[in-house]
């Protein structure tokens, strides 16, 4: 059935869960896990807060270590399901271009990623990365909610 899900991850509560839910499903059908996540390059012009209070330098190291963090979060479950893992983080402006370009490049069968439940007005403003793969994407999508 699936044999490579890729796990998508942005630090967030339901991110977490679904990395599990993953997991969990991964264990239950055999297969391995990836876990990705995703960061934004360092921008001169930014209304992000992080970006405006550091130098690239700076940005890059609290950026990889915040990734690593997750990474490493997303390793310790799989390897207590007994699941084997590999991780990645990616630097980009557009989470669900690398979420799909990491699935077709580690040849994922299935990705596996959260739904924040943004809709209306808040979800049409903020976006939604999941709804982006879901569009996109030729490989199967499981939504955890």
Known sequence: MYKRILLPTDGSEASGRAVQAGIDFARSVGAEVVAMTATPAFHTFSVSAEM???????????????AQRLLDEAAAAARDAGVPATSLRVVTDSPYEAII?????RGCDLIV???????GIKGLLLGSETHKVLVHSAIPVLVHR
């Open 101 to 105: 370009a990491t699935a077709r490049e």
């Open 113 to 119: 990623m959260a739904s924040h439940g943004y809709h």
């Open 52 to 66: 405006l209070e550091q130098t690239p330098d700076t940005y890059e190291a609290a950026s990889a270590a915040r």
